[in-house]
């Protein structure tokens, strides 16, 4: 690490909230543990409402004046080209503290943190792109153009599953904009984001160009009232979303949300059905099902079923549940206390509803702690609360269906509309159902794959606008008309135009 280690105070690690380019401290802390050991590896700031004035007063500052407001575009992605350099460099280390806040694989965390940089990269060459159009007049001797401008001061509420890369979907397009942040990291996973704005002050960006405040929830929802922030860009929960976009509402604050799923993996008779077993696991068993993306729901023609769903129940038994850090480890422990408590009861929902645990079901017999077992349902239909609500954990419901027509009523029966995935053989019917999903992904013979190039966000109660790609940029951005009278004579003041 680099020469702002946090100071070690014998047991933990000790950080302070990032305000204005330096380490701030704060009067409360909170524990942070590791979900592997149960135990408490690092001390972070418990924020109260007087941060997040602080904060949102240097990210304003930063933006009205200064050296971020008066860098040119090129300038800007100049310093991004360097955060992401920065972070190619630091990948191990900023994955290992990720996996050790948050539980996920060390493997996936690094190969996460090792891809970041190409966020950087990417929108670092949009920064200097930013363009307006000139817009033929209807109007005799008027000029008129369109400017892109940085829409102003962003707070960025993000989750515990990917603290850092869910940050970079809204951190790279804004800054390439030019806009300022203040970041609020879910208090379970506030470490790596902590760590994270040391790169970006060592990266070369002015003070107050990135803030991060962390603590409890009430943290978060002051940022959102704040009349000093111009747009709230949340990935969470449906639930949460929809309360930040009422509270951010009085103000008329812009809002992005990036919210929850119950994304169907639908395969087809026809398809590869090893290699759809394999994705079918990849998506709900990566990242121990903590993703907004999880093909949580399972549907599979009924003359498929059975053999699908033996072989989905023969490879989730050999699932290796473990240490994170450990390379042989395929699925590491759920997150947090809460997040564990709220799984253990859907299974029980399930099941008094009439699924049946096709495998696990349970707490991990032999690590306990907060472990739960890779769990297969089958016998579910599409109206059970297990195939309604999102769960956020290693549950995979599976649900039989007749014909393609029947496929796409089931996929695209529910609130949600993140995402989807089609397995067949037929390049027909893989394209014509695709069309046809509700979903702001799909994915066609594969899951789980995002690219900063492509936008991503949902349909329905899945979201608010778009993140990565192109078109992300624009959601950093205010659309300025100007209108250019040239011929210097007086007009009348009562005609308009």
Request: aromatic share 8%; glycine share 10%.
């Amino acid at each position: 690490m680099n020469d702002s280690t946090p100071r070690d105070t014998g047991r933990l690690h000790e950080y302070g909230l990032f305000i204005g380019g330096r380490d701030v401290p704060c009067a409360r802390s909170m524990e942070s543990l590791n979900p592997y050991t149960g135990r408490p590896w690092a001390l972070v700031p418990d924020g109260e409402e007087a941060d997040v004035d602080r904060a949102v007063a240097a990210a304003r500052a930063a933006f009205d004046g200064g050296p971020w407001a008066e860098m040119t575009q090129s300038q800007r992605g100049a310093l991004l080209r360097r955060l992401g350099d920065i972070i190619r460099r630091d990948a191990a280390e900023l994955a290992r503290i990720e996996s050790t806040d948050n539980g996920k694989l060390y493997r996936e965390m690094l190969g996460q943190w090792q891809y970041l940089p190409e966020y950087y990269y990417y929108f670092a060459g949009l920064a200097d792109k930013l363009q307006g159009d000139t817009v033929p007049s209807d109007r005799p001797n008027f000029f008129i153009y369109t400017r892109r401008e940085p829409l102003g001061v962003i707070a960025a509420i993000t989750p515990w599953n990917s603290p850092v890369l869910l940050l970079t979907f809204k951190l790279a397009p804004g800054l390439a904009a030019g806009c300022t942040f203040v970041v609020k990291p879910s208090e379970h996973t506030s470490v790596s984001t902590l760590e994270f704005a040391r790169r970006v002050k060592e990266a070369g960006f002015p003070d107050g160009v990135f803030n991060v405040v962390t603590g409890q929830g009430a943290l978060g929802a002051a940022l959102v009232k704040h009349p000093g922030v111009d747009k709230v860009a949340f990935t969470g929960a449906t639930e949460t979303g929809k309360v930040i976009a009422a509270s951010a509402a009085r103000n008329l604050t812009r809002v992005s949300l990036e919210l929850g799923g119950k994304s169907p993996n639908i395969v087809f008779a026809d398809a590869d059905l090893d290699v759809a077993a394999n994705g079918a696991i990849a998506g709900i068993f990566g990242a121990t099902g903590q993703t907004c993306m999880a093909g949580s729901r399972l549907l599979v023609e009924e003359s498929a079923h059975d053999a699908l769903l033996e072989k989905i129940v023969e490879r989730s038994k050999a699932i290796r549940l473990g240490d994170p850090m450990a390379d042989d480890t395929e699925m590491g422990p759920v997150s947090n206390q809460p997040q564990m408590n709220k799984v253990l009861e859907y299974l029980e929902v399930a099941v008094q509803d009439g699924a049946r645990i096709a495998y696990g079901g349970r707490q991990d017999p032999t690590l306990g702690g907060l472990f739960v077992q890779p769990t297969v349902l089958s016998g579910v239909t599409n109206d059970m609360r297990i195939a309604r609500e999102e769960v956020f954990g290693p549950i995979l419901s599976v649900i039989p269906f007749r014909d393609e027509a029947e496929a796409v009523t089931i996929a695209n029966d529910t609130r949600f509309g993140l995402a989807a995935a089609v397995w067949t053989q037929n390049v027909h019917r893989a394209h014509r159902v695709a069309h046809k999903l509700r979903a702001g992904t799909v994915w066609i013979n594969a899951y789980r794959v995002v690219s900063y190039a492509t936008p991503f966000g949902g349909y329905k109660e899945s979201g608010i606008g778009r993140e990565n790609g192109i078109d992300s940029i624009r959601e950093y951005t205010e659309t300025k008309s100007v209108y250019v009278e040239l011929s210097g004579r007086p007009r009348d003041p009562f005609k308009l135009g």
